[in-house]
């Protein structure tokens, strides 16, 4: 089956520091992919949408600015974290639509623990 | 706006028993797709069954199989035989054409041995 890789899988870094998370789709092109934010026993909550080549859609209430989101081919989207605060420590999730599917599907990436001190 | 809704946050069940979970929605589309994750601790989300909602058939995968009512808006999942390994939290996702996907609050099973 189709396969996404997210990287790194954990990070800890200081808090005023930038943080750089890629998702990628191994086998299949991705015009779309979803990054989600997940804390301890809640649900995944979208933060944005990337679409290749364009900018990426945020939802209400996530800072653009704090989340810069790069959707530069059709393979790779990259989530920072700019100027990182312990109140950003979470459980990061990607996920990529394979656009030559018949129907919707989405695969998800393992996932990326970031701790901020 | 689409919600999804999962109102049983935590179920429990006997090995080799068989346990429902809930999942509603609402959505004022007529096409879109309906679907039942898995996430074990290792946090890795697993696809479990996914139906959608122009088939009037009920989804099925081995053991996993769900009741798909498109009237009531409804969209339980049946977990038959169940395993030890199928402890997790389980989650109800949904999403129209071109659109990003949303979860349900989730519902944490636990099989007992």
């Known amino acids: ?117 | 706006a689409q919600t999804v809704t999962q109102s049983q946050p935590e179920m429990s069940v006997q090995e080799a028993e068989t346990v429902t979970l809930s999942c509603t929605y609402d959505t004022s589309e007529s096409n879109y797709y309906l679907f039942w994750y898995k996430q074990p601790p290792s946090r890795q989300m697993i696809l479990v069954i996914r139906q959608e909602a122009y088939k009037q058939q009920n989804a099925t995968e081995n053991r996993f199989s769900v009741n798909f009512q498109k009237a009531a808006k409804s969209f339980s999942l049946k977990i038959s035989d169940s395993q030890l390994g199928d402890t997790a939290m389980y989650f109800c996702a949904f999403i129209r054409n071109n659109n990003d996907m949303r979860f349900g609050a989730g519902t944490r099973l636990t099989v007992k041995p």
């Open chain 1, 1 to 117: 089956g189709a396969v996404v890789s997210q990287h790194p899988s954990r990070v800890i870094c200081k808090s005023g520091t930038s943080v750089k998370i890629e998702c990628r789709s191994l086998d299949f092109q991705a015009t779309t992919m979803f990054w989600y934010r997940q804390f301890p026993k809640q649900s995944l909550m979208l933060m944005a949408t990337s679409n290749e080549g364009s900018k990426a859609t945020y939802e209400q209430g996530v800072e653009k600015d704090k989340f810069l989101i790069n959707h530069a081919s059709l393979t790779l989207s990259t989530l920072t974290v700019t100027s990182a605060h312990p109140e950003d420590s979470s459980f990061y999730i990607c996920s990529a639509r394979d656009i030559t599917s018949v129907g919707e599907k989405l695969f998800f990436g393992s996932g990326t623990q970031l701790s901020v001190l």
